[in-house]
């Protein structure tokens, strides 16, 4: 049975940093696409950044330059390095693996999900 966990979510002040992670259990993460999503309250969920299997990545305009998705198959983790966070960054941060679907920054290309990580980003 594949487990996903996010941690290291939290609340920092615009212009801080944050690195949340994804611990995987049950599957190999080298073995498959893996993406970070977020929800905003009353948006829809959005993709952030993806990691291909051939470790090639894609990111939303948004947060180019600023986000930085990682992988460490030795620890079965992967991590989202967020650097000058804005207050619209605030959004629970979801890790998700297993792509099933063409687009790598779709929600609905995925298959197995994490509970989720609250970030707050204050101005």
């Known amino acids: 049975q594949v487990q996903v966990v996010e941690s290291g979510g939290g609340s920092v002040q615009a212009g801080g940093s944050l690195r949340v992670s994804c611990v995987v259990s049950?599957?190999?993460?080298?073995?498959?696409?893996m993406a970070w999503f977020r929800r905003a309250p009353g948006k829809e969920r959005e993709g952030v950044a993806a990691m291909y299997i051939s470790g090639v990545t894609k990111y939303v305009d948004s947060v180019k330059g600023r986000f930085t998705i990682s992988r460490d198959s030795a620890k079965n983790t992967l991590y989202l390095q967020m650097n000058s966070l804005k207050p619209e960054d605030t959004a629970m941060y979801y890790c998700a693996l297993s792509l099933t679907g063409s687009s790598v920054l779709s929600p609905t290309s995925y298959k197995y999900w994490g509970q989720g990580t609250q970030v707050t980003v204050s101005s």
């Open positions: 049950g599957a190999s993460i080298s073995g498959y696409s």
